[in-house]
């Protein structure tokens, strides 16, 4: 197996991986949400393509009783996903309204689906026609570019798809283009110009193809030059995929790095909200749970849930300001300072130290009292909070029941 077959592999293995990953949301979403439908049936389209490419299928198809068959599938399967992208394009612009301004760039890109739908059935239509009728298939092809060249009938039956392809191409390329100068997360930016990207190496691919074709016809080339300009060009196709499956993703795979990181603050702030909530067992809206139970609470966002969970431990010490006096404060600080004198450092441990040592009042019978001075926030947003109290829980795993009492005793010590 050469490089060039192995990358097939791989290639197909991407996009069809991309669009198993995909499939749920487009199958099962809003049904009104008609990009992700189209973005994955252009995922599906090309996956197919891309396997009809591969060597064992490629030949496998070349070899039925349909002579040259992979080469009409592949040419199908790529024409629908075409479609479905063109589509996409129009999808991530939204609605406007009837009576409003339509930007042109809209318009343009409404105008060329409309097209593309008819053209799309009629490519097919012509496929067909001249696939079984003008193309020499007395003999069975492996590549069937580079074994066709000089042949009038494969390079009018290649323009033809070549035409619809790298048009459809250069639509992409424009309109990514601007989407891409638009964009305002970086994600996204770097996702859309890498989709521009692929898209100009499709127009290169095409017209590069097309003439090669043409020109075999006048100067029939050598089998090895031929053979030579369908992997230069193969391998271009290949870059293609490879930039189009990756940018495409790049967006999705922010969200899902975004849910990563909200799992991971849940893991790190469950202790300290399940003792918190263990204490006041009438705050939560459910009993506290394992940290396995909680990650797999589905029917609600991590992301709300995260900050039901910073709300929870607010108000939790809120109130257990009413059980401790004045003075937990400084002696939380002295006792965060001893351990760590860096500021940054022992400013969540001071308020680990004050919690766990509040705690311990509470479960100790401490009669409610007036509110006690408690740190004053600085976070200037919910993620700020959420990141402040992760520090607070990580520092609240390292202190331990007897060192927070300790604290608690030397108030009533010095009292």
Not at 77 to 95: D, F, K, P, Q
Not at 97 to 121: M, N, T
Not at 261 to 276: D, G
Not at 327 to 346: F, I, Q, V, Y
Request: hydrophobic residues 50%.
């Amino acid at each position: 197996m050469t490089a060039l077959d192995l990358a097939g592999y791989l290639i197909a293995v991407l996009m069809t991986a991309v669009a198993l990953w995909r499939m749920p949301a487009a199958l099962w979403g809003d049904e009104e949400d008609k990009r992700r439908r189209a973005l994955w049936g252009c995922y599906a389209g090309f996956a197919l393509a891309l396997w009809t490419k591969t060597k064992v299928v490629r030949i496998g198809l070349n070899n039925s009783p349909v002579v040259d068959l992979a080469v009409l599938i592949k040419h199908y399967t790529a024409t629908i996903a075409i479609l479905a992208i063109l589509s996409y394009i129009v999808a991530i612009y939204g609605h406007f309204p009837e009576d409003g301004v339509i930007p042109r760039h809209v318009r343009f890109a409404r105008l060329i689906q409309q097209v593309a739908a008819k053209a799309s059935v009629a490519t097919l239509i012509l496929l067909t026609v001249l696939f079984f009728t003008v193309v020499d298939r007395s003999y069975v092809s492996d590549r069937f570019v580079s074994d066709h060249a000089g042949q009038w009938g494969a390079t009018l039956y290649m323009s033809v798809f070549y035409l619809y392809l790298g048009a459809a191409s250069a639509v992409c390329a424009y309109q990514w283009a601007l989407a891409t100068a638009g964009a305002g997360a970086r994600h996204l930016r770097i996702g859309l110009g890498m989709m521009t990207f692929a898209m100009f190496i499709g127009v290169g691919y095409t017209v590069s193809r097309t003439l090669f074709l043409w020109i075999s016809v006048a100067d029939q080339p050598s089998p090895d030059f031929a053979l030579k300009f369908d992997k230069a060009t193969e391998a271009a196709q290949i870059v293609l995929f490879a930039f189009f499956a990756l940018g495409a993703s790049i967006p999705a795979f922010s969200k899902g790095w975004r849910r990563v990181r909200l799992w991971r603050a849940q893991a790190r702030l469950h202790p300290l909200w399940r003792e918190l909530m263990a204490a006041f067992p009438d705050q939560p809206f459910e009993p506290p749970a394992s940290l396995t139970r909680e990650l797999t609470r589905f029917g609600t966002p991590a992301d709300l849930r995260i900050d039901r969970w910073a709300a929870d431990i607010a108000d939790a010490v809120e109130k257990l300001r009413h059980y401790v006096p004045d003075g937990l404060l400084p002696a939380a600080k002295r006792a965060a300072s001893d351990d760590h004198p860096r500021p940054e450092s022992a400013g969540p441990l001071a308020e680990a130290y004050w919690i766990k040592a509040a705690l311990a009042a509470k479960a100790d019978g401490a009669a409610a009292g007036d509110a006690a001075a408690v740190e004053t926030k600085h976070a200037t947003d919910q993620d700020g909070e959420v990141a402040w109290l992760v520090r607070v829980a990580d520092a609240y795993r390292t202190v331990s029941g007897e060192r927070a009492r300790g604290v608690l005793n030397s108030l009533e010590t010095s009292a």
